[in-house]
């Protein structure tokens, strides 16, 4: 398996870093792990990369505080609950699967989508770094009459750009208080949160940048509409 990295000439198809390959795999994928070394590498990190582990019956979450990049793993089958809590050495890394993949955007900021900061935090988790390689390739829809297949995703990206070049989003929630709006593109596994919440969220959402970029199997609803109970 590929994962491209940087080298696009004028005139040709996009070129960067395409993660939605990685779906699926065990955390204990030798094509996994050497490409969160190359991410490593690229962020000059000078220390081991450690996740911190988040687990939960139905999911495990590996968060890469120094990539900006948090990985959401499920279990491969009904009869393996991880245990809530579970560190690196109590899990069971065969019967997990990759399921989903958080980038999180540094240069973003509820409060000001303009003025960015060096980092993101969060009240629930240690800062999240700079993801070290961009740009992130996005499919585009077989609708799409543009002569490329990906769109290339920066960290200034702002919403109109992407939805001129995806289409209009599928699904898309949020904008409550402080709750930014997102946009979900099912059929390519996209799911985009933006800097732009509260009083106009939607009309302001065109010209802000994107906090997070999940990716997941593509044709499965991953973002949560109000009123609907979890399954």
């Known amino acids: 398996m590929s994962i491209p990295l940087n080298t696009a000439k004028e005139g040709e198809q996009p070129t960067g870093v395409d993660l939605h390959p990685l779906l699926g795999l ?15 590498l690229s962020a000059s990190l000078s220390t081991t990369l450690t996740p911190q582990i988040k687990a939960y019956s139905d999911s495990v979450y590996f968060n890469y505080h120094q990539l900006g990049l948090s990985l959401v ?4 089958t009904p009869a393996y609950k991880p245990k809530t809590g579970s560190s690196l050495e109590q899990l069971d ?5 990759l399921a989903q993949i958080d980038i999180y955007n540094h240069q973003s900021s509820l409060k000001d989508p303009v003025t960015a900061p060096t980092k993101r935090t969060s009240p629930l988790n240690p800062t999240y770094s700079a993801f070290p ?3 992130l390739l996005l499919r585009l829809p077989a609708s799409s009459t543009s002569s490329t297949t990906h769109f290339p995703l920066e960290p200034t990206t702002i ?3 992407l939805v001129t070049s995806l289409g209009e989003p599928d699904r898309k929630g949020g904008g409550e208080g402080s709750i930014g709006v997102w946009t979900e593109w099912t059929s390519e596994g996209v799911l985009v949160e933006w800097a732009s919440g509260g009083l106009q ?3 302001k959402g065109a010209g802000a940048v994107w906090r997070c970029t999940s ?7 991953m973002g949560k509409m ?6």
């Open 73 to 76: 793993f499920h279990p491969t």
């Open 26 to 40: 065990s955390p204990a994928s030798t094509i996994l792990s050497q490409h969160l070394s190359r991410l490593s």
């Open 159 to 161: 919403g109109s750009a």
């Open 201 to 203: 969220a939607w009309e």
């Open 226 to 231: 109000e009123g609907e109970e979890d399954d």
């Open 133 to 135: 390689s961009y740009p």
């Open 93 to 97: 890394l065969p019967k997990l699967r």
């Open 215 to 221: 990716l997941f199997e593509r044709g499965v609803q």
